[in-house]
């Protein structure tokens, strides 16, 4: 599987034996629970605490003051219908690429996971080259009376685009792994195979799909970086919640910004919890493992259509706003684009990028293995919460990230005393900006790490401890190698999403030119002062740059299916 959310709660512990821990059964415990407490709890309740500073009456009156209200009731709406077109398009997707052979089928697949290499303000600097006023195809669709671009339909299709790959990437896993004798006997009866479908497939994969649109509608509620390139943010039309949310920090209203993050907060909690329970009470990984798998056959008409349906799908999901980009970045010339790639603040913003995504891919990749560790080895009371809080920042918006920092490390936060003594700046500098970036990235390595783990088992580094091998000997030569091709997807996806964050650096960085401004950054305030051509450029470039890490993600991902298959078939 290519989706870490799509793994979220399926590893279990291998054994219910006492596993012997490599630096100490409560040290490495409390570790992984100390850091996921800092990382994630603290933030969390101060954000509640702001919320709730003034009583329940104002909480209330926050959260249903006309401009708020109809920022969260348009969040809800596009994120719904983003869900049920991802539900039917993702379904039919994964059954074609599951069940056929035609031409491109390994192309379609491989590109399905782009929208979690693609940073989503460029996502929504490309829809904006496709859709916008300025474009052929947007010129063309406004003489119709239709407008995409600074309305209600151009956030669905930021949104679609964003959270593509969820429903596809729960759903192949079972399709490939279901078992076709039933479907065959269905035939020999003379089932259609529109019944065959409905009657048998469905069933099957539903608990798969249902995920998969709650994670869809999960990550549809907390976007950010695409939207407010899109939406055009006209209050009461096209504000969304988290844009809101940004508007009101940037206005100093804490107390406002906090009162929506809470309900925000509270709904993904909610999806988040519901995804668990989903994934414990049908068990999908221990339902298919071990069926016959399904092989690929010859597509007759209907199947073409249905093939056909899901390549222009993806093609004018993916592959238009890539080619809009490519050519707006061009537009005037090579020289032109190189130069606003090279420019001094340009290379300044790139650099920080640089930094900041190594510096949390660092962070996570060396606490994540330890997390991942503990949540699959070990057994304790508590477990099933903090397995289950691990998934949160996942469905949190970036905004709302950045708050956690302002609210902590900000003007009257909470650790600013501490922090104002020892003479250290964490808001409006580099360190906000990693601690930011480590948060909104945290699960990525966890969810990766724990079914290679879970799959692997504890027999080897039983027999090495049983030879006399240290903890840390049998972790590097047994446990390390096992797990490197699940750790290598892990780290080159969080790598991807910190070099692609947009709404928490907006909050917590200050933007400074050469100081605290990162690429994304650089890209939104071209794009504020009408420099379109060093946003577009420098959008292709961040574009190119994660692209490489997508290459990279693609042979990752093969190396664990493949490693995946070998163990399943020892």
């Known amino acids: ?5 799509t793994r979220i709660g399926e590893a279990r512990p291998f054994s219910r034996r006492r596993v012997r821990v490599p630096w100490g059964r409560w040290g490495l415990r409390w570790v992984a629970i100390g850091y996921l407490g800092v990382a994630i709890l603290l933030p969390l ?22 401009m708020a209200f109809a920022a969260l009731k348009l969040t809800i709406l596009v994120a719904v219908i983003t869900t049920v077109i991802n539900l039917v398009m993702g379904t039919l997707t994964a059954y074609v690429l599951e069940r056929y052979e035609f031409p491109g089928r390994r192309l379609l697949n491989s590109i399905i996971d782009l929208p979690f290499a693609i940073p989503t303000l460029v996502t ?21 009376g239709i407008q995409v671009i600074f309305n209600t339909p151009g956030i669905v299709v930021a949104l679609l685009l964003v959270t593509y790959p969820f429903v596809i990437r729960a759903v192949q896993p079972v399709l490939r792994e279901l078992d076709r004798s ?28 249902i995920t998969g649109a709650l994670l869809s509608f999960a990550r549809a509620l907390g976007e950010f970086g695409s939207i407010v390139v899109v939406a055009g943010n006209i209050p009461g039309r096209t504000l969304t919640a988290p844009v809101y949310v940004y508007g009101q920090l940037e206005s100093y209203n804490q107390r406002g910004a906090s009162a929506v993050s809470v309900v925000l907060l509270a709904l993904s909690f909610t999806l988040m919890l519901l995804v668990d329970w989903m994934q414990k009470r049908w068990d999908i990984q221990a339902e298919t493992v071990g069926a016959a798998r399904a092989r690929t056959k010859r597509p007759g008409l209907i199947e073409w259509s249905l093939i056909g349906i899901g ?16 050519w707006g970045a061009f537009s005037e010339g090579l020289t032109t684009f190189w130069a606003q790639i090279t420019s001094a603040n340009a290379l300044s913003a790139l650099k920080l990028t640089l930094l900041l995504g190594a510096g949390a891919t660092l962070i996570n990749a060396i606490l994540g293995v330890c997390i991942a560790w503990v949540l699959v080895r070990d057994d304790f009371k508590g477990k099933r919460f903090i397995n289950g809080m691990v998934d949160l920042p996942f469905a949190v918006s970036p905004v709302i990230a950045g708050l956690m920092v302002i609210l902590l490390f900000g003007r009257g936060g909470w650790f600013t005393p501490a922090t104002d003594a020892l ?59 096992s797990i490197k091709w699940g750790l290598f997807y892990g780290i080159s996806l969080t790598l991807a999403r910190s070099i692609g964050e947009f709404g928490t650096v907006l909050v917590v ?13 650089f890209i939104f305030r071209s794009l504020d002062d009408r420099n379109y051509t060093a946003a577009y450029a420098t959008s292709l470039l961040l574009a190119c740059i994660t692209f490489i890490i997508f290459i990279m993600m693609e042979f990752f991902r093969r190396e664990v299916m493949t490693h995946d298959g070998a163990a399943e078939g020892v």
């Open 311 to 326: 390549l222009f799908y993806a093609t004018v999901l993916l592959a238009g706003p890539l080619v809009a980009m490519t």
């Open 45 to 66: 309740s101060a954000i509640l605490k702001s919320g709730l500073s003034d009583g329940l009456r104002t909480f209330w009156r926050d959260v249903t003051n006309p």
């Open 509 to 521: 960085s200050g933007g400074v030119s050469g100081l605290t401004e990162t690429s994304t950054l």
């Open 423 to 481: 003479g250290v700046k964490i808001v409006f500098a580099w360190p906000g900006m990693l601690l930011a970036t480590v948060f909104i990235s945290l699960p990525f390595i966890i969810r990766e790490v724990m079914p290679v783990l879970a799959q692997v088992g504890v027999e080897q580094e039983q027999a090495a401890y049983t030879m006399g091998a240290t903890g840390l000997q049998a972790f590097r030569h047994i446990t390390l190698p």
């Open 124 to 144: 929504g600097v490309m829809l904006v080259l496709l859709y916008g006023p300025q474009s052929t195809l947007g010129a063309w669709l406004s003489s119709k």
């Open 1 to 5: 599987m290519s989706l870490q959310a």
């Open 182 to 209: 039933q479907e065959e006997a269905a035939y020999t009866i003379g089932a259609t195979k529109w019944t065959i479908f409905r009657t048998i497939i469905l069933p099957a994969i539903s608990p798969a799909i």
